[in-house]
């Protein structure tokens, strides 16, 4: 599709915000007051800690968050508004608001894209019922929403050759979850095309002053260093096969993954390191272009143009190997990818690949969850490994898309 002028871009979202906010009001009024047991013992025993010893317990000794800064500060926002420590508890589930906003907003980022009025609020309004990521919103009440919003922003800012903005929402993408940094390759080759050398000096000082700005209170109360401790604890954290996670592994292997060490060696290479062997194998094949365009750019300083599409598949491809080859990956972590695949959905009005995926995301997330009370959870659509089978035939259908947006690219130059 045609490149839209920045101007029309903000001018096409302007005219989804009053739906938006009606949208929103509808969700907040028939929110679920329940959620994952778990997770949400977690919010409201974080926001009560929060509440009762202040923002510097986030990351004090005896605290067990375990999440980055900035979903610590929505926490400590959380809990002023709850007004109390039993209300940290008891409101839990207003909590689901906050990532429910970034639902929204990533929709009308996709949306604007869309030059005619009318398509754009029909496909606006289908986007945001997206059962996929609504159930892991409003249902599950996690918060992957969040930093997929600033990883796919992050991306149409690059897009746009804004990158020093681009540089500062991935940057607040990660300090949501780490998880984002897996997109990082991908969006480095944008930056590097669209810096000079003065410019890329005010990048890194922008990045640096933000980072500080964001850890600035704990740095205050002397426990920064426990952010380190925090952000590198995630890896490795549940050294199984599985956690949950739908993927590769689950047609390999037969048994309970979530009790399979990931240690154990086939051919005397860990599952881990075969994972991750899959997951770099792939995301070099998907790099490969960017990485011939960014040699080009530096020797002649041109590059080979690629689609919209090209790029948004490239983005989904990239999250959904993480998810689907690597070891020690929970049911959430293709999310972002199921984001990603509904912009490609919305801009192309093809809506196969996106069914497909969202619909056995949501069926993945409610076999844990079992917030219908369904009769039988024992049948084929909750099963393990037809849920991956699912998702491999998905993940190769959008690869193939990837091969036949790549070969439309070369044609046309």
Known sequence: MQKLPENQLLNNAKTLL???????????????????????????????????????????????????????????????????ANACFSNIYYLKLFTLVFDVLSIIVMCSFIQNETKRLQWFLFGVLNIGFLYNTIVWGQVDGIFSFFVLVSFVAAFYKKTLFSTILFLIALNFKLQAIVFLPFLGIFWLQQVTIKKASLIVFSIMLAQFIIIAPFVFYGNAKNIVKVAFGSVDYFQVVSMNAFNIWHLLLNGDLMKTPDNITFMGISYKNIGLLMFATVSFVLLFPYLKNLLLYFRQKTTQPFTLNFHILTLTLIGFSFFFFNTQMHERYVHPSIVLISFYAILNQKWGLWLLLTVNYALTLEGLVQFLKLNNYNTLVFDPKFSAAVFLIGFLWCFSLWVSEYKKAISNN
């Open 18 to 84: 009053l739906p938006a906010v009606f949208l929103f009001v509808f969700l907040a009024l028939v929110l679920p007051q329940t959620g994952h047991p778990y997770d949400n013992h977690c919010w409201a025993r974080w926001a009560e800690g929060l509440f009762n010893n202040g923002l510097k317990w986030g990351y004090d000794k005896n605290s067990s968050i375990n999440y980055l800064p900035l979903y610590v500060y929505v926490l400590k926002l959380y809990s002023w508004f709850a007004g109390s």
